[in-house]
């Protein structure tokens, strides 16, 4: 009860973006900025095709933004399915197929891994 009013009780709670569960999952709030990237992702491709300064800067601009939205909760740690993102953005640019190694993918482009542009 608060101020004499039921208070209900959930599950998954969205504040601001973030998502927040009852046990406080870090896992959950990253995955759904994962899934919020794809239809800029998708937007990216299908636009024109870019030299590699171009397309890594809407990349960061865009993409990175989302990802690392909130990073300053679940702070500096890898997480796969934002570095999925990345890699395959990075393969689609490329060109390549998706079982293509994803450290010579991301060297060839001369990419960190995306959990160093959180925070």
């Known amino acids: 009860m608060f101020n004499e009013e039921s ?3 959930v599950n998954i709670c ?9 046990k406080l999952c870090l896992r ?9 990237r794809h239809s800029v992702l998708t937007k990216l491709f299908s636009a024109f095709s870019y030299n590699v300064s171009i397309f890594f800067k809407i990349f960061e601009i865009k993409i990175a933004s989302i ?10 740690t890898y997480t796969q399915c934002t570095e999925i993102v990345h890699v395959a953005a990075c393969k689609r640019f490329l ?10 993918v991301l060297g060839d482009l001369g990419r960190p891994p995306m959990y160093l542009y959180s925070c």
């Open 7 to 9: 208070v209900s009780v």
């Open 14 to 22: 969205s504040y601001i973006g973030i998502m927040f569960t009852n």
């Open 28 to 36: 959950k709030m990253v995955e759904n900025m994962a899934d919020k």
């Open 67 to 76: 990802l690392s939205y909130g990073s300053e909760i679940w702070g500096l």
């Open 95 to 104: 060109n390549v197929p998706k079982y293509a190694r994803n450290n010579s």
